[in-house]
DNA sequence: TAGATTGTTAATCGATTAACAATC
DNA sequence: TAGATTGTTAATCGATTAACAATC
């Protein structure tokens, strides 16, 4: 059911849970569709449309709510059935999302960097052990992870999603500003963050 | 002329410009978008639309030259003019972003880095100075920033969004996951590291 | 009851793809 | 010339928005 869900209401799911985790509790027990709408720069109807994909139903004249739409939105996004995930190079972007907290809001365990490195290999950041990129089968496994974040010079990108590939990691997060190849069946995102900040600075 | 492009084909340009640049020389002088779009997993007649807003034109039997369409695509994102950015939080994240050298490749200069951090304020990172958040406004005048990134937690974002706003900063990638209420003439694009995560898992 | 808000069906809008003429 | 490839016009597809009945 999850399944046909389209694209791009998917991808609004984190915001509305964000901004409703974010709301004080106080005055906020039922929220409207049209009041997130405004909050999140949305047309309200589109708001209703993604909400009713998820478990929660709004009640006339009163709206959402709001902890049942938080419980639902969690639901959805499977925020409490707990997921491993592997870092592929632990430079500066790659230690950055090690040390970040902000992975658990979506039951997301980031539990293991990797790297060529010998100078980083055996060490740990943010208590998560640095492995041998060698040994990225084997680690995968260890932490019984599916989900996976390349974060390695483009150049390297390739041979780390092959490896992460018959590691068995179902999705990726690529940093990398090359297009992977890899088969059809693991699903890959991609952000390359100087590319998102040219395509702003080419509209002003 | 810029301006009438879909936000769609503007964001797959530094796509195309990567691969491009990516190239090994030899036999390649011409290119076809038959082979682009392959390459890229995009549909041919889309590659073709997408490049048609460059001023580069493929020839009939050959493709385009690459170097021409390169230098076009240069052009159309303005990697020749150099742009200033700043970046607001020297976390993880900013830490890393400031030290990323991958900015260059757009004409982007990453200039200098703000933080609230006594420990932090007046020292320099990748030979970048990371100055007091209080001075945000003389500091983007100082460097003629007109493009920031955000990378504090969600709590402060929207001050910091705020004084970027009065220190005439044009456009803002925020990594905060909150929606940043700004003058809508500021141009603002989110990333959401930790959500995109949680979409990849979700589609699992 | 009247008013506000939901959920759904139909209409619109924009992006992608298909068809095809032009051309080297 | 024939074949390959571009550029463009028309058709399709999918996402958003508008209209409106249902309901608390």
């Known amino acids: 059911m999850n399944k046909d869900i389209p694209n791009f209401s998917l991808q609004r799911l984190p915001v509305y849970l964000n901004y409703?985790?974010?709301?004080?509790?106080?005055?906020?027990?039922?929220?409207s569709s049209g009041a997130i709408a405004k909050a999140l720069g949305f047309g309200e109807v589109l708001v209703r449309k993604d909400l009713a994909y998820t478990s929660c139903v709004g009640r006339p004249k009163v709206g959402y709510l709001r902890e049942e739409l938080i419980a639902a939105l969690e639901e959805f996004l499977c925020c409490n059935a707990q997921k491993n995930a592997v870092i592929v190079g632990v430079g500066g972007l790659g230690r950055a999302l090690l040390s970040?907290?902000?992975?658990?809001?979506?039951?997301?365990n980031v539990?293991?960097?990797?790297?060529?490195?010998?100078?980083?290999?055996?060490?740990?950041?943010?208590?998560?052990?640095?492995?041998?990129?060698?040994?990225?089968k084997e680690g995968c496994a260890k932490f019984g992870?599916?989900?996976?974040?390349?974060?390695?010079?483009?150049?390297c990108a390739q041979e780390m999603a092959q490896r992460l590939a018959e590691a068995g990691i179902k999705a990726i997060l690529n940093f990398a500003p090359v297009q992977l190849s890899v088969d059809e069946?693991?699903?890959?995102?991609n952000i390359d963050v100087a590319a998102n900040l040219a395509v702003l600075a080419s509209r002003l």
């Not at 409703?20 to 929220?31: K, Q």
């Not at 970040?100 to 997301?108: K, Q």
């Not at 992870?145 to 150049?155: D, E, G, W």
């Open 185 to 189: 069946s693991i699903k890959v995102i």
């Open 145 to 155: 992870a599916t989900l996976a974040i390349i974060a390695v010079p483009a150049h």
């Open 100 to 108: 970040y907290g902000g992975f658990v809001r979506y039951g997301i």
């Open 111 to 136: 539990a293991v960097g990797f790297d060529v490195d010998p100078e980083k290999i055996g060490t740990e950041i943010a208590g998560k052990p640095v492995l041998d990129a060698k040994d990225i």
């Open 20 to 31: 409703l985790r974010g709301l004080p509790e106080e005055n906020n027990a039922y929220i």
